[in-house]
T-cell receptor
């Protein structure tokens, strides 16, 4: 079974600074997808960024980028120019690509606080 | 609708009562998931529906939990004889499953259940 680990329960960053959230996972598969979801106080999970394991290039979405290290099974999220609206819980998630029916396996989450 | 809709938003019940939580997925989405999020924790998979296939119930924690999906659309999660440990936020998600889909799930805002 796959597991996803987020070792940082809480992180804090100054507004406009850069922060990196860590995620590691354990799998025996070679083809899969990785995701970072954001959960603000409204509780609705919002997709931040997605990475296909077969792609060597790190995904980027505006101020959000990932450092995907497949051999190390590491998938960290970097948030540049942090904004107050970035404050939320962030969840790393894994999904097998073997078939279309697999659910996401989530890490325990990292609470990000942004200081003005 | 435009997004995944869940009701009720909040539910307080007494121990031993039955509760029903409803999820209305995005129109056209064939897959529907239920997750449970206990206070300060990550998301725990409960059950998955895909089209007309038999649901994947592997995540249901006990036989007090059941779910159905009528007409391939709306789903109801039922918890019988609720216990205090059932207190959590129950999140529903849907996706449009294709063989090469990259697995993004669209989440509702969840139903917060409190068992007194």
């Amino acid at each position: 079974a796959q597991t996803v680990t987020q070792s940082q329960p809480e992180m804090s960053v100054q507004e406009a600074e850069t922060v990196t959230l860590s995620c590691t996972y354990d799998t025996s598969e070679s083809d899969y997808y990785l995701f970072w979801y954001k959960q603000p106080p409204s509780r609705q999970m919002i997709l931040v960024i997605r990475q296909e394991a077969y792609k060597q290039q790190n995904a980027t979405e505006n101020r959000f980028s990932v450092n995907f290290q497949k051999a190390a099974k590491s998938f960290s999220l970097k948030i540049s120019d942090s904004q107050l609206g970035d404050a939320a819980m962030y969840f790393c998630a894994y999904r097998s690509a073997r078939n279309a029916g697999n659910m996401l396996t989530f890490g325990g989450g990292t609470r990000l606080m942004v200081k003005p | 609708g435009a997004g995944v809709s869940q009701s009720p938003s909040n539910k307080v019940t007494e121990k031993g009562k039955d509760v029903e939580l409803r999820c209305d997925p995005i129109s056209g989405h064939t897959a529907l998931y239920w997750y449970r999020q206990s206070l300060g924790q990550g998301l725990e998979f409960l059950i998955y529906f895909q089209g007309n296939s038999a649901p994947d119930k592997s995540g249901l924690p006990s036989d007090r939990f059941s779910a159905e999906r009528t007409g391939g659309s709306v789903s109801t999660l039922t918890i019988q004889r609720t216990q205090q440990e059932d207190s959590a936020v129950y999140l529903c998600a849907s996706s449009y499953e294709l063989a090469d889909h990259t697995g993004e799930l669209f989440f509702g805002e969840g139903s917060r259940l409190t068992v007194l």
